[in-house]
């Protein structure tokens, strides 16, 4: 069973940078697409980014498109999420998610396992 664990967040000033670590251990991350959420107070947990098993796909949400970057280093287990020009409504709990295996990268349901997240907090 693999363990998924998110690290990096924190308070960052609006339009500085951050960049999220999720660390699996226990299994490998070879060949499963991996993914990052945000959940907001109050609000749904939403797709943020994805890559596939080999890293040369990505899919970005609108909200971060041009701003966040989805990155994975398969040797070190490891899936990164670089975010650039923070917003205040970036801010959330980010959750990083392995697929199931299935192609669809953007739902909540694609995914099996996911990390208890991190906190980003972005001021105005």
């Known amino acids: 069973q693999v363990q998924l664990v998110e690290s990096g967040g924190g308070l960052v000033q609006a339009g500085g940078s951050l960049r999220l670590s999720c660390a699996a251990s226990g299994r490998t991350l070879s060949r499963r697409g991996m993914g990052w959420f945000r959940q907001a107070p109050g609000k749904e947990r939403e797709f943020v980014a994805g890559i596939s098993w080999t890293g040369s796909n990505t899919y970005y949400a609108d909200s971060g498109k041009g701003r966040f970057t989805i990155s994975r280093d398969n040797a070190k287990n490891t899936v990164y999420l670089q975010m650039n020009s923070v917003k205040p409504e970036d801010t959330a709990v980010y959750y990083c998610?392995?697929?199931?295996?299935?192609?669809?990268?953007?739902?909540?349901?694609?995914?099996?396992?996911w990390g208890q997240g991190t906190q980003v907090t972005v001021s105005s």
């Open positions: 998610a392995r697929n199931k295996g299935v192609e669809s990268m953007s739902y909540v349901n694609d995914y099996d396992t």
